[in-house]
């Protein structure tokens, strides 16, 4: 069978040897309160289970068994429609047992090796996938781990009881990759518990060997109901770009200060070209629409106000939305007043109204070689850049 191009030489390269995946979502997601079980509920614009199942069928993994609830057929059917090579399988009341149900299915065409998977685990990067899969060259099982951070403590009756060695401790993700034909045996003879948390115990414990590759945080599983609350992402970044007419007879504003100049720009407020394509790369960065719809020329509380208030409002709904400012790079295109003079000034200004250090405030200016309404001196136009950051 065909392997993505993602994969290692190890196992894309061996066209004998075939992979398929398990994608548990047999659940209640109880803890998750959704108004669907978890796995079916949207995430991210897409059913929870989508994501992973599109990440196995996107590096070529086929059957894709995915196990669900008793009566989630028309659930799940909606959820994947269009996924090549997925096959549905009622589950089990435990984890292990829906495991151990898609193993029996598969077993009709038995693969060389099988990923499993937690629904709960929308996020599965192609590279864990491949580096699952090479791994298993040399091991039964692989699986992703990563390090714990903390210091652990022992619990007894809410009191410190001993401590742990976090050293030889490892978090442990899906997916994990095994041996088809060893982990169908292992399941097949589980002893244990079956609330058992992962496949890798179960493995571990028929005696097979099983491989640490370096996992990822992006595979968290979630789990509860604020685990589904908008996922933001952790840098975000905006554009704006705006033109104001240069006159004569009006003060020259930019870049939130007075210059010296024959001409001055016309429009709302102080016509501070610079400024307003700083709050429009504020507002994109947090996607809050643009300074026309916040800052309305028909508005009373707008009317005639500084573009410093723009500002200052725009980084104001930055932190509202659970942002704080990473940099801003202006640049600002014109023939005339020379900008370099007046751009430490400028960013003085910037950094004070947006409450950041100069050093996160970039002010650049350029000409048009005397081409078009800027080389004209017609007007002056800005662009500019805003990168935000999640966290206060
Ligand atoms: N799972 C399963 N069959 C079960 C129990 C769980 O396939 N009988 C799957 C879940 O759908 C989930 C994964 O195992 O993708 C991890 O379980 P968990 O996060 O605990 O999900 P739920 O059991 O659905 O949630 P909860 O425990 O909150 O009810
Ligand atoms: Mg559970």
Not at 21 to 43: C, H, M, N, T, Y
Not at 176 to 196: K, M, T, V
Not at 300 to 312: C, I, L, N, P, T
Not at 378 to 388: D, K, S
Request: glycine share 10%.
């Amino acid at each position: 069978m065909a392997h993505g191009a993602i994969l290692p030489e190890t196992v894309s390269s061996d066209g004998a040897r075939s992979f398929a995946a398990i994608v548990v979502a047999a659940g209640k997601g109880l803890r998750a309160s959704q108004p669907l079980p978890k796995q079916f509920a949207d995430w991210q614009g897409k059913p929870l289970v989508r994501h992973s199942v599109e990440a196995f069928a996107l590096a070529g993994a086929a059957p894709i068994i995915v196990a669900i609830p008793q009566d989630g057929d028309a659930l799940a059917s909606a959820a994947l429609d269009g996924i090549p090579n997925v096959q549905l399988v009622i589950g089990g009341a435990t984890r292990q047992n829906s495991v151990a149900l898609a193993l029996e299915q598969l077993n009709q065409n038995a693969p060389d090796f099988v990923l499993i998977h937690d629904a709960a685990r929308p996020t599965v990067p192609q590279a864990i996938i491949a580096r699952l899969l090479d791994a298993l060259c040399n091991s039964g099982g692989a699986i992703p781990v990563l390090p714990v951070v903390d210091s652990l403590s022992v619990d007894e009756n809410g009191q410190m009881a001993g401590s742990a060695d976090r050293e030889s401790l490892r978090r442990v993700q899906t997916p994990q990759a095994f041996n088809y034909a060893e982990i169908l045996a292992a399941h097949r003879g589980w002893q244990g518990d079956a609330s058992a948390g992962d496949d890798a115990q179960v493995f571990l414990a028929n005696g097979g060997r099983v491989t640490h590759v370096e996992g990822d945080e992006i595979m968290k599983k979630l789990t509860f109901a604020e685990d589904f609350l908008t996922v933001q992402p952790s840098v975000r970044t905006g554009l704006g770009y705006d033109v104001h007419r240069l006159v004569a007879g009006e003060e020259l504003w930019l870049g939130g200060i007075k210059i010296d100049h024959s001409k001055g720009l016309s429009g709302h407020s102080d016509a501070d070209v610079a400024l307003h394509a700083l709050v429009d790369a504020l507002l994109g960065a947090i996607g809050a629409g643009d300074i026309g719809e916040h800052f309305p020329p028909s508005s009373d509380q707008w009317k005639g106000a500084a573009s410093s208030k723009f500002v200052e409002h725009a980084a104001g709904l930055v932190a509202v939305a659970g942002y704080r400012i990473g940099n801003v790079d202006l640049t600002i295109i014109c023939e005339e007043p020379k900008i370099g003079p007046h751009r430490d000034a400028m960013r003085a200004e910037v950094a004070r109204l947006l409450g950041v250090d100069i050093a996160q405030v970039s002010v650049k200016a350029t000409t048009t070689e005397r081409l078009g309404f800027t080389g004209r001196s017609e007007g002056i136009a800005a662009q500019a850049i805003a990168t935000v950051l999640k966290g206060q």
